[in-house]
């Protein structure tokens, strides 16, 4: 919709568009200078892997009896589909966001891929 021009007599409006046409380039730079902020900050998302896993390490005591600890198997995966405190065995809950990176202990991963809930 187009915007009326102030009437000669109106000083107030004639001062405002004076300064909305004054303003207007500053604005739209704003603007511009927030939409790259916001492609930024999604495409460092993206790029972020979350780890699930963190310092769960398996014990294992070797013939010898010392105690060996194994990191157990991962694999990193990215959600097509948000999901929100999935359990997955006793104590274990997830949450994923969609399009983000995680790193996961391999048989959650397979799991999500089962069900298909992978990203490719």
């Known amino acids: 919709m187009a915007q009326a021009k102030a009437r000669p007599s109106d000083y107030t409006g004639r001062q405002r568009q004076k300064l909305a046409d ?3 380039e500053v604005v739209r ?3 511009d200078s927030i939409a790259m902020a916001q492609a930024s900050r ?4 993206e790029n972020v ?3 699930t896993v963190g310092d769960r390490q398996l014990q294992q005591i070797n ?9 157990p198997p991962a694999k990193t995966i990215r959600v097509n ?3 929100e405190d999935m359990t997955f065995g006793a104590g274990n809950n ?3 966001e969609e399009g983000q990176q995680y790193r996961v202990p391999a048989h959650v991963a397979d ?5 298909g809930y992978v990203w490719h």
Do not use: C, K, N, P
Request: charged share 35%.
């Open 63 to 71: 013939e010898q009896g010392e105690v060996v600890y194994v990191e």
């Open 29 to 31: 730079a704003r603007e």
């Open 42 to 45: 999604t495409m460092e998302e």
């Open 94 to 96: 997830y949450t994923f």
């Open 111 to 115: 799991h999500l891929e089962e069900l």
């Open 22 to 24: 004054e303003y207007a």
């Open 81 to 83: 589909t948000s999901i």
């Open 49 to 51: 892997v979350h780890d």
